[in-house]
Every structure is written in structure tokens, then in C-alpha cells.
């Protein structure tokens, strides 16, 4: 069965300083990767996705994520953290191409401190 | 473009009463849909798919259903409703492996 683990409920950080949220998954097979961004009492909006192609995904809001077979692993990183960045982060994993039976993570809730 | 329209945003319901909450998704056709909850800490959890009209998978044993009367449209519904219903209940449809989510119902059983 697949699976998606998240490592930190909660990550916090000074504004200007670098986001680390880290994810890692569980499949027999190639999985598609997703990060996703909920602000409270929001839908969510996808940040970026991995299927297969570049290792290295870059997103919007400058968010990026690398994805290390080896590890099994699709942390989502930026750079330079701004108050804007404040928000629950979902990383999502896939296996079946057709009905789209997304695999979510508990959430982490990133805190941006001014 | 496509735009997913869900309602009502918020919603307070006494036990045992009804629930009824719709969502549409415009600029698309034929679209897979998609009913989720989120429970405070608990991440999403998928309730119900939708690969066409009329067609309905149910993941999970639970004391809601779900419709799909027209192709672009999906129904979430409760005859009686449960103290453990409440959350935040998520329209979304797909396309080429990407969820586009609606904005969110916020439901509350007293």
C-alpha cells in the first residue's frame, strides 16, 4: 500500500530565513509527488508536482522540491521564507493514473516569525 | 478556464438533521470528481470518487453518499447527521494527475 509520511506537524522559522519541510513515501512503484498549500479555511492550491520527469521540481512562490528515489523522499524547500509563506503544506503522493486516488500527508504547519 | 464552485461555505447542523452540500465545476467536461474531509490534524481523507455521471465510489464505511445528477455537478448528502461529521469538507476534480480543489465547506454538528 502506499503511504506518505511528514515529518514535522510543525516547522518554524524567522522571515528571510530558509524552509526546510520534509516528506518522505512508501510505494513498490514510480509515484507521483505533489505539494500542496492550504491557508486557513481555504481550498487547496498546488505548489508543484514531480511525475517522473526532472528530479529537481520548481514551483510557484519559489518553492522547489527534490525527489530522491534512493531516500524515498520529496522535501519541499525555499531559499528565503516570507510572512506570506504562512500556511498548512501537504505533500501527496499517487500511484494510479485515471482516477487520481491521492495519498495525503497529516499536514505540517509552517510559522514564519517576523 | 475551469472553475470549481462549492457550497454552502459554512454550515451549522444539529444532530440528526440533513446535509446537503453541492459543488459544480465549469470549462470542463466529463470531469473526475472528488469528495474529501479534513479533520483538525488529520490530513485529507477521500470519501467519495466520481468517474462519470451516476458512477460512485464510496472509500470509506461512513453515514454519508454521494451523487452525481449531472456531469458537472457533486452532491455530498447525509440523511442524518453526526456529531463525528464535523470538518472540512473539499470539492475537487482532476485532470492529467492534478486536483484542483473548491474553496471548502466548513460544517459544524451540535
Known amino acids: 500500500a502506499q503511504s506518505v509520511t511528514q515529518l514535522d506537524s510543525h516547522v518554524s522559522v524567522s522571515e528571510g530565513t530558509p524552509v526546510l519541510l520534509r516528506c518522505n513515501y512508501s510505494?513498490?512503484?514510480?509515484?507521483?509527488l505533489f505539494w500542496y498549500v492550504q491557508h486557513p479555511n481555504k481550498g487547496l492550491q498546488l505548489l508543484l508536482k514531480?511525475?517522473?520527469?526532472?528530479?529537481l521540481v520548481k514551483g510557484i512562490n519559489g518553492f522547489e522540491a527534490e525527489f530522491k528515489k534512493s531516500e524515498t523522499s520529496f522535501h519541499l524547500t525555499k531559499p528565503s521564507a516570507h510572512m506570506s509563506d504562512a500556511a498548512e503544506y501537504f505533500c501527496?503522493?499517487?500511484?494510479?493514473?485515471?482516477?487520481?486516488?491521492?495519498?495525503f500527508g497529516t499536514g505540517t504547519r509552517l510559522t514564519i516569525i517576523p | 478556464s475551469q472553475t470549481i464552485h462549492q457550497w454552502p461555505a459554512t454550515l451549522v447542523q444539529p444532530v440528526g438533521s440533513p446535509l446537503s452540500l453541492e459543488c459544480t465545476v465549469e470549462?470542463?467536461?466529463?470531469?473526475?470528481l472528488y469528495w474529501y474531509r479534513q479533520a483538525a490534524g488529520r490530513g485529507l481523507q477521500l470519501l467519495f470518487y466520481s468517474v462519470g455521471i451516476g458512477q460512485i465510489s464510496s472509500e470509506v464505511p461512513q453515514n454519508l453518499s454521494a451523487s452525481r445528477p449531472q456531469d458537472r455537478q457533486f452532491i455530498l448528502s447525509s440523511k442524518k447527521l453526526l456529531l463525528s461529521d464535523s470538518g472540512f469538507y473539499l470539492c475537487a476534480w482532476s485532470e492529467i494527475r492534478e486536483l484542483f480543489f473548491g474553496e471548502g465547506s466548513r460544517l459544524t454538528v451540535l
Open positions: 470549462g470542463t467536461s466529463n470531469p473526475n
Open positions: 501527496v503522493v499517487s500511484f494510479n493514473f485515471g482516477n487520481e486516488k491521492l495519498t
Open positions: 514531480y511525475t517522473s520527469a526532472a528530479t
Open positions: 510505494s513498490s512503484y514510480s509515484p507521483s
